[in-house]
């Protein structure tokens, strides 16, 4: 049964053993999925998974509301994200004044060669080129993270999260 189709509660035991895994590894794999007939992987990796007990988001109401959005998919006719929609969107290194999402994404991982981003790529067996920044965006909050195409499969490497609201 895929993520967005489990009840809060259900959905909330599956994160919590997620994060069990999260405590030895140094990522996880959540669900794999089909949208609009394409493929999806979903991974948390530690550094998401610390970086949201730190922001006091794990598995709370918001933060599983989030991840059923996957439910909506990444559509590449429209990346970009038109208010109050909720899916997975591009997250623009170029877009002005640069906000807390751009910081995260840009600044401490892909831009950052001391990060963890290349070693998860690497474990996932994902090309560190052709990377997309991404959010999954809620109404509540967004996690953040990276898309990486191979083999006609989308995968959904997540990294961080943002709980402020968009200026």
């Not at 990276?146 to 609201?165: F, G």
Request: net charge positive; with cysteine.
């Amino acid at each position: 049964m895929d993520l967005f189709d489990l009840k809060l509660d259900e959905l909330k035991l599956r994160v919590k053993v997620i994060a069990e895994e999260l405590e030895s590894n140094e990522i996880s794999k959540v669900d794999e999925f089909i949208v609009n007939g394409f493929s999806y992987k979903l991974y948390f990796t530690k550094t998401f998974f610390r970086n949201c007990k730190k922001n006091k988001i794990w598995n709370t109401p918001g933060f599983l509301t989030a991840l059923k959005n996957t439910k909506y998919g990444f559509n590449r006719e429209t990346p970009r994200s038109i208010g109050g929609k909720d899916g997975i969107f591009v997250l623009d290194r170029y877009h002005k004044p640069k906000n807390s999402m751009q910081h995260k994404i840009f600044d401490r991982l892909i831009d950052n060669p001391d990060s963890k981003l290349k070693f998860y790529l690497r474990s996932l067996g994902l090309p560190i080129t052709n990377t997309i920044a991404i959010r999954i965006v809620s109404h509540h909050l967004r996690l953040l993270g990276i898309l990486v195409e191979k083999d006609s499969i989308y995968n959904l490497v997540l990294l961080d999260c943002d709980n402020e609201k968009e200026k």
